[in-house]
Nanobody
């Protein structure tokens, strides 16, 4: 089992920045992908960004160069640096880790972007 704990969410004004962190614990050996999804009010959960153990990265189109995902394998932690935030980025942000074909999820951290 892999446990994931997110932190770093909060309230920020449009144009501001936040850095999300997600620490993995438990059976962290051989975690492959880690990443972030989000679910806005009344919306379905959607991919934000993922990063592989060998640092390959993929971003959703709506990121538009504003977010950067990074990973510290020694600390089993993934980060999401979010800049130029927009009100439409308001959502619960969930960390995900994939190991042996199984996805593990955190409980989420709320990001609220005010106009």
């Amino acid at each position: 089992q892999v446990q994931l704990v997110e932190s770093g969410g909060g309230l920020v004004q449009a144009g501001g920045s936040l850095r999300l962190s997600c620490a993995a614990s438990g059976s962290t050996f051989n975690i492959n992908y880690m990443g972030w999804y989000r679910q806005g009010p009344g919306k379905m959960r959607e991919l934000v960004a993922i990063i592989s153990v060998d640092d390959r990265r993929h971003y959703a189109d709506f990121v538009e160069g504003r977010f950067t995902i990074s990973r510290d394998n020694g600390k089993n932690t993934v980060y999401l640096q979010m800049n130029s935030l927009k009100p439409e980025d308001t959502a619960d942000y969930y960390c995900v880790a994939e190991k042996a074909g199984v996805n593990y999820w955190g409980k989420g951290t709320l990001v609220t972007v005010s106009p």
